[in-house]
């Protein structure tokens, strides 16, 4: 059974900075791709950023060059590192473990969330 604790979400004015955390809980953390995905008020869940069990990323055209998704393979951590904030980054952000190793998998288990919310 795979857990995912995400941290680090907050209230942050626009322009500043957030890092978040995901814990997970599985021996098949090195083997799995992760993602980080945002849900804001009344919208659908998207994609903000991938990484593959190798390392490489993907991001969504909004968050390219302000966000970055990282690994830890030793500490079963991943880390999305939030720069430049915006308003429009407000909502709950989540951590997911893919199916399979490569960053086309689709999400197989969710954290909790954590709210992020940025001022104006």
């Known amino acids: 059974q795979v857990q995912l604790v995400e941290s680090g979400g907050g209230l942050v004015q626009a322009g500043g900075s957030l890092k978040l955390s995901c814990a997970a809980s599985t021996s098949i953390f090195t083997l799995s791709a992760m993602g980080w995905y945002r849900q804001a008020p009344g919208k659908q869940r998207d994609t903000v950023a991938n990484?593959?069990?190798?390392?490489?990323?993907n991001y969504a055209d909004s968050v390219k060059g302000r966000f970055t998704i990282s690994r830890d393979n030793a500490k079963n951590a991943v880390y999305l590192q939030m720069n430049s904030l915006e308003p429009e980054d407000t909502g709950v952000y989540y951590c997911?473990?893919?199916?399979?190793?490569?960053?086309?998998?689709?999400?197989?288990?969710w954290g909790q969330g954590t709210q992020v919310t940025v001022s104006s």
């Open positions: 997911a473990m893919l199916w399979g190793p490569r960053l086309t998998g689709t999400p197989r288990a």
């Open positions: 990484i593959a069990s190798d390392g490489s990323t």
